[in-house]
Antibody, heavy 121, light 107 residues
């Protein structure tokens, strides 16, 4: 059974940094691209960025480029999102999601339960 | 970047009604279009991909279609458990883009 478990969400001050993790199980982690998606309270879904199975290729939304970094440790079956220079507009539930098939598809068929990041003073 | 315009933003229909949601891409995406359902307080669930392929386990009342850059999600016979927000998403290339969502309620 595929499981994705995010952790690390917290209250952080504007300008601060925070790291999120997503522990994966139930599939061959290093063969699937992974994606972070966020959802501000009461709002829609916003793509944050994606990383290939090997970790060699990453893409980011313009809204987070230069501030957020996606990485993965395939030996630990874990996906990461390192966030810096956080702003109030980054307040959201952050989901990690798995591609439907191996390779690079960016079609998300499993989602974690999400972790809440609140940026406020 | 390709923009995804979804309409309506909300709708209210009776149980048993046919419901249609539209998503329009600002440029061609070769039918790399998915639909997700997000029930209140829940995680998004993949319903349809490749514009019209129904994900395993999804009830047959959900269908998708495409005409050029216009995509449609239909619910043939609305059920109470279909109350949710529905999002389209293009995935032909990064950046991934979601539509703004359509909130479906029961009248």
């Amino acid at each position: 059974e595929v499981q994705l478990l995010e952790s690390g969400g917290a209250l952080v001050q504007p300008g601060g940094s925070l790291g999120l993790s997503c522990a994966a199980s139930g599939f061959t982690f290093n063969t699937y691209a992974m994606t972070w998606v966020r959802q501000a309270p009461g709002k829609g879904l916003e793509w944050v960025g994606s990383i290939s199975g090997s970790g060699e290729r990453t893409y980011y939304a313009d809204s987070v480029k230069g501030r957020f970094t996606i990485s993965r440790d395939n030996s630990k079956n874990t996906l990461y999102l390192q966030m810096s220079s956080l702003r109030a507009g980054d307040t959201a539930v952050y989901y990690c999601a798995k591609d439907r098939r191996t390779g690079w598809e960016l079609l998300l068929n499993y989602w974690g339960q999400g972790t809440l990041v609140t940026v406020s003073s | 970047d390709t923009q995804m315009t979804q309409s309506p933003s909300s709708l209210s229909a009776s149980v048993g009604d046919r419901v249609t949601i539209t998503c329009r891409a600002s440029q061609g995406i070769n039918n790399y279009l998915a639909w997700y359902q997000q029930k209140p307080g829940r995680v998004p669930r993949l319903l349809i991909y490749n514009a019209s392929t129904v994900q395993s386990g999804v009830p047959s009342r959900f269908t998708g279609s495409a005409s050029g850059t216009e995509f449609t999600l239909s619910i043939s016979c609305l059920q109470p458990e279909d109350v949710a927000t529905y999002f389209c998403q293009k995935y032909n290339s990064a950046p991934l883009t979601f539509g703004g969502g359509t909130k479906v309620e029961i009248k």
